[in-house]
């Protein structure tokens, strides 16, 4: 069964660039045709899909977000990484690492972080 951790600060200051980290158990990201994507949930929004990379290493971002945006992956830790740049507190949010069978497809679901963007 496949497990997904997220790491990285929960603080974040204004204008600096967000790094968070999942780790993949139980599944190769290079395997097994999958999707690996990164979802965040605001206070009092809803979902907001971000980007994703697939098991090629091709990545898809969120038009609203790719200006900002970049995914990448280390085969050698099974891990696949976010970066945010320019975070501003709208950016504040906790933010989710999933595996999916296609883009916006969220069938297995890391426990989520908290980030706060904060001076």
């Known amino acids: 069964q496949v497990q997904l951790q997220e790491s990285g600060p929960g603080l974040v200051k204004p204008s600096q660039t967000l790094s968070l980290t999942c780790t993949v158990f139980?599944?190769?990201?290079?395997?097994?045709?999958?999707?690996w994507e990164w979802i965040r949930q605001s206070p009092g929004k809803g979902l907001e899909w971000m980007g994703a990379?697939?098991?090629?290493?091709?990545?898809y971002y969120s038009p609203s977000l790719k200006s900002r945006t970049s995914i990448s992956r280390d085969t050698s830790n099974n891990q696949f990484s976010l970066q945010l740049s320019s975070v501003t507190p709208e950016d504040t949010a906790v933010y989710y690492c999933?595996?999916?069978?296609?883009?916006?497809?969220?069938?297995?679901w890391g426990q989520g972080t908290q980030v706060t963007v904060s001076s």
């Open positions: 990379i697939d098991y090629k290493g091709t990545t």
């Open positions: 139980g599944d190769s990201i290079t395997t097994n045709l999958y999707y």
């Open positions: 999933t595996r999916g069978s296609s883009v916006y497809n969220f069938g297995s």
